[in-house]
């Protein structure tokens, strides 16, 4: 207002308004930074110093700087951002180097000069409104976490390296291969899972090239991911985000697309659910049905009978063939002591012991997307440790089933969801679908074929039957 200097404690105002409460330290610190300005303007007149800002690598005049109320830009800060006003003044008998650092004090930030706010806060914040001084308040914030998260991954970076150092020492071959799209050049998940793994490790270790089919120390064949060539490939519209193409017999690799890169898996999860019950409990324990298994969303059998004793064998028919929740979890819970968190832990642990760096599980069913993700090759070392399970092979490599069941009429009737048995695809053995919409369509199957097993996995695949087809058609004549 005409006539009225804001700068002057004891000018009064034309408008009658009350003087701020902290009107005269304000004012006091206006004064001392135009103080500090004109000092420092003088001295760069006499020693023709200049004081380059960050980010566009121009030189501001001192009459600009003055004018704009710029201070002196500090040569290590990444970005210029406003700070109070108080901090723009150099300490006491403190002089500018060329390094940007006042002596004796601490560097000083730029105040942007096409920034309105910043502009007003060198003139004293408490002219801001609330809401600018708000926003100017929540910029520092960001700001200063930006910051502690870069000095975190200095040190965050080096320790991975020497976990995955020190995870080679003790077994693993750490994952380097030849795969441009793998994990190792290279995202937790909420329904999408991180594959840049760069410098981190995966949940059970580091990533490795080499997976035992038959499980760690058991002598059995090595999936042979490390320098593994394609022998054939394929021209799709629309690929599978992963896959992968082996011998079950040998180990051999002969087409692979991103082998190592964690997605979510959806009920694939259940080759690891059914492979646990079979570890835990005997063929003859029976499976108490409960209302919560009864009520589990998804895919279910859908006619379990609350609060009977079911036998196994029919339970691992229903996860297995209908891909049941339901049965999922009822099985869980019996086998983890009542507890569903205590059998996932199981299923963790499994993993673990089969050497899985990429798989992590956060449910029996592979309903939750979130904390759940394998890659081709764990899958591949998966569907050999199920063919193996005298209990199983048979479950999975059946088209049907109707089996003895306490419902009326006596009888429960099932029918496989791999597309290859439903087609009558010649050899079929095996295994297992899933579906979120997260994860896409996923399938691992097997199939034998003049004296060899082979496996397929397809990870978030348009297509899964197709897709099967075709690379075990590309197989059979390239492998002769």
């Known amino acids: 207002m005409p006539g009225h200097d804001p700068s002057r404690p004891d000018a009064p105002d034309p408008a009658g308004r009350r003087a701020h409460p902290g009107a005269e330290h304000a004012a006091a610190t206006r004064r001392t930074i135009r103080e500090r300005l004109d000092e420092l303007d003088a001295h760069i007149h006499e020693t023709g110093h200049q004081f380059d800002l960050p980010g566009d690598g121009l030189s501001v005049p001192p009459e600009a700087r003055h004018a704009a109320g710029h201070g002196i830009a500090s040569t290590d800060d990444p970005a210029p951002i406003a700070r109070d006003p108080r901090e723009l003044a150099p300490p006491p008998g403190g002089t ?52 502690r998260r870069q000095r975190r991954m200095r040190w965050l970076a080096p320790l991975a390296a020497l976990v995955m150092v020190g995870g080679g020492a003790a077994g693993f071959v750490v994952a380097g291969g030849d795969d441009p799209a793998s994990p190792q050049a290279g995202r937790g ?94 063929p003859e324990q029976k499976i108490r049905i409960t209302k919560a298994a009864i009520n ?74 979130e904390g759940n993700h394998s890659c081709a090759a764990d899958l591949a070392v998966l569907a050999r440790a199920v063919l193996d399970d005298e209990r199983l092979a048979p479950i999975v490599g059946r088209r049907q089933a109707v089996l003895p069941f306490p419902i009326k009429g006596g009888k429960l009737y099932l029918y496989n969801h ?32 003049k004296g060899h097993r082979y496996g397929v996995v397809l990870l978030h695949s348009p297509d899964i039957k197709t897709q099967a087809e075709q690379l075990l058609q590309r197989t059979y004549r390239a492998d002769v």
């Open 96 to 147: 500018p180097r060329r390094d940007g650092r006042p002596v004796g004090g601490r560097p000083i930030r730029t105040i942007a000069s096409d920034d309105p706010r910043a502009a007003r806060a060198a003139a004293g914040s408490h002219q801001l409104s609330r809401a600018e001084r708000f926003a100017w308040r929540e910029e520092r914030r960001r700001e200063a976490a930006r910051r």
């Open 189 to 282: 998940n909420d329904g999408e899972i991180n594959a840049d793994l760069g410098a981190q490790t995966a949940a059970n270790g580091p990533l490795a090239v080499k997976r035992e089919l038959g499980g760690p120390g058991s002598g059995g064949p090595v999936l042979q991911l490390d320098g593994a060539r394609n022998l054939f490939e394929v021209d799709w519209d629309k690929p599978p985000t992963a896959g992968l193409v082996f011998d079950l017999d040998d180990g051999r690799v002969l087409w692979r697309k991103n082998p190592l890169k964690p997605l979510p898996i959806a009920s694939v999860t259940k080759m690891m659910t059914a492979l646990v019950v079979t570890e835990k409990l005997p």
């Open 296 to 369: 589990t969303d998804g895919s279910k059998v859908g006619v379990l009978p609350e609060g009977r004793w079911i036998g196994q064998s029919a339970m691992l028919h229903g996860l297995m063939l209908a891909s049941g929740n339901d049965a999922a979890a009822a099985l869980a819970r019996q086998a983890g002591g009542g507890s569903i968190p205590r059998f996932v832990r199981m299923m963790n642990s499994r993993a673990k012991r089969m050497g899985l760096p990429c798989t992590r599980f956060s449910s029996p069913s592979g309903l939750l997307d």
């Open 418 to 449: 791999n597309p290859l048995l439903k087609e009558n695809y010649p050899g079929v053995i095996g295994v297992k679908t899933g579906y979120t919409d997260a994860a896409g369509k996923t399938f691992v199957a097997a199939v034998k074929h």
